[in-house]
């Protein structure tokens, strides 16, 4: 059997804590692990180690001090006259070893050596300094996603779940499920595409860990597209007052101007719609319709049903925030939109009830005028 060599010596306990104390600080450069905390890990666990090895004795010092390079673990045990449990007590000839004075009903640390505990605080620091590195990446990793929430951010297809058509995104290094409801409807994606993202919302998860939900539906995923594409919005020449959505096909989006000089609408669509059809691009051919703010709501109104012309705006002053609306009659489908949608989106993006007529008359009622 081979043995140590004969140059080779045991390290002294000191050279052993001074070492140990070391890979905790660098652990603590390395990895953002403070020493102090895995301190605190290391001691209640082999506290629990000695504990079981110890016929379940549970009263534990553990002496750690970064400071000084200190690592003790002492037993403590009741001096008694007779003893009935070993793990628990020992004698007063017993007990003086260790403290001369000691007598009947002290409490008495055993000091465990190195060799007795070495491998229990080895173990337990292993397993510590990995637990620690997963707490901290998490928090990394929380950290890093709550500095994103509500935010527009670049993510690479990592794979695709064929049975529920979840997509896995990697963002940074972190992982987040695009789940199938809030993709856009008939959008496709490889493996490997870079994708932008809107993040909804940061929680914890119940089993711990961060969850993020991302989306490629939600009206903020436009608003952060429009402030990354057009210069004056994102300098706070020209405000996003609302945007109102239907993902994948048709997209409202209310512009004010705090500069008379610049036009809201014009600056949006961009030199030869440059801007505006990069978007419509990112959002698979969604159609856009920007609308100029106004605080007049029959102005605001008028100019959220476009592509239609209106007639008149008519506010119902006996109902909150409703409206009658009268357009060309042959402008009337147009209005209202396929399945309601204009007629829809533009009472989202007014947050007014929006009653459209024909100009002509009521429905095939008798014109009143």
Same mark, same amino acid.
């Given at each position: 059997?081979? %043995?140590?060599?004969?140059?080779?010596?045991?390290?002294?306990?000191?050279?052993?804590?001074?070492?140990?104390?070391?890979?905790?600080?660098?652990?603590?450069?390395?990895?953002?692990?403070?020493?102090?905390?895995?301190?605190?890990?290391?001691?209640?666990?082999?506290?629990?180690?000695?504990?079981?090895?110890?016929?379940?004795?549970?009263?534990?010092?553990?002496?750690?001090?970064?400071?000084?390079?200190?690592?003790?673990?002492?037993?403590?045990?009741?001096?008694?006259?007779?003893?009935?449990?070993?793990?628990?007590?020992?004698?007063?000839?017993?007990?003086?070893?260790?403290?001369?004075?000691?007598?009947?009903?002290?409490?008495?640390?055993?000091?465990?050596?190195?060799?007795?505990?070495?491998?229990?605080?080895?173990?337990?620091?292993?397993?510590?300094?990995?637990?620690?590195?997963?707490?901290?990446?998490?928090?990394?990793?929380?950290?890093?996603?709550?500095?994103?929430?509500?935010?527009?951010?670049?993510?690479?297809?990592?794979?695709?779940?064929?049975?529920?058509?979840?997509?896995?995104?990697?963002?940074?290094?972190?992982?987040?499920?695009?789940?199938?409801?809030?993709?856009?409807?008939?959008?496709?994606?490889?493996?490997?595409?870079?994708?932008?993202?809107?993040?909804?919302?940061?929680?914890?998860?119940?089993? %711990?860990?961060?969850?993020?939900?991302?989306?490629?539906?939600?009206?903020?995923?436009?608003?952060?597209?429009?402030?990354?594409?057009?210069?004056?919005?994102?300098?706070?020449?020209?405000?996003?007052? %609302?945007?109102?959505?239907?993902?994948?096909?048709?997209?409202?989006?209310?512009?004010?101007?705090?500069?008379?000089?610049?036009?809201?609408?014009?600056?949006?669509?961009?030199?030869?719609?440059?801007?505006?059809?990069?978007?419509?691009?990112?959002?698979?051919?969604?159609?856009?319709?920007?609308?100029?703010?106004?605080?007049?709501?029959?102005?605001?109104?008028?100019?959220?049903?476009?592509?239609?012309?209106?007639?008149?705006?008519?506010?119902?002053?006996?109902?909150?925030?409703?409206?009658?609306?009268?357009?060309?009659?042959?402008?009337?489908?147009?209005?209202?939109?396929?399945?309601?949608?204009?007629?829809?989106?533009?009472?989202?993006?007014?947050?007014?009830?929006?009653?459209?007529?024909?100009?002509?008359?009521?429905?095939?009622?008798?014109?009143?005028?």
């Amino acid at each position: 059997m081979a %043995g140590r060599s004969k140059g080779s010596k045991t390290p002294s306990k000191a050279q052993q804590n001074k070492e140990f104390f070391e890979a905790l600080r660098m652990f603590e450069e390395e990895r953002g692990i403070p020493v102090e905390y895995m301190i605190e890990k290391i001691t209640a666990a082999i506290t629990v180690a000695v504990k079981n090895s110890n016929g379940g004795n549970d009263d534990v010092t553990v002496d750690i001090n970064s400071e000084k390079n200190v690592f003790n673990v002492f037993l403590n045990k009741t001096v008694v006259e007779e003893v009935e449990d070993h793990n628990r007590e020992m004698l007063v000839e017993e007990a003086r070893l260790y403290t001369p004075a000691a007598i009947v009903g002290d409490k008495v640390g055993i000091p465990l050596e190195t060799k007795e505990f070495g491998r229990i605080a080895a173990v337990t620091a292993k397993h510590v300094i990995r637990q620690g590195i997963r707490e901290v990446e998490r928090g990394q990793v929380a950290a890093e996603l709550q500095s994103r929430n509500q935010e527009l951010v670049a993510a690479t297809v990592e794979r695709i779940d064929e049975r529920n058509g979840t997509v896995i995104l990697k963002i940074g290094k972190i992982e987040v499920p695009l789940l199938k409801n809030e993709q856009i409807a008939n959008e496709t994606f490889t493996v490997g595409d870079t994708v932008k993202v809107y993040v909804v919302d940061i929680k914890e998860g119940e089993k %711990g860990g961060t969850r993020a939900t991302v989306s490629r539906t939600h009206p903020g995923l436009v608003k952060r597209l429009f402030e990354t594409e057009v210069p004056e919005i994102y300098d706070g020449t020209v405000e996003i007052k %609302g945007v109102s959505r239907e993902a994948g096909s048709r997209t409202k989006i209310a512009v004010f101007s705090h500069d008379e000089n610049v036009d809201p609408v014009g600056a949006c669509i961009g030199p030869r719609s440059s801007r505006v059809n990069g978007i419509v691009k990112e959002l698979c051919g969604e159609k856009i319709d920007i609308v100029k703010y106004s605080e007049d709501p029959a102005e605001f109104i008028s100019k959220a049903l476009s592509p239609a012309n209106v007639v008149s705006v008519e506010i119902d002053e006996e109902q909150q925030r409703c409206c009658r609306v009268r357009v060309p009659d042959e402008q009337l489908s147009l209005a209202i939109g396929n399945k309601g949608q204009n007629a829809r989106l533009a009472a989202r993006l007014t947050g007014w009830k929006i009653d459209i007529r024909p100009e002509s008359g009521y429905y095939g009622e008798e014109n009143q005028e």
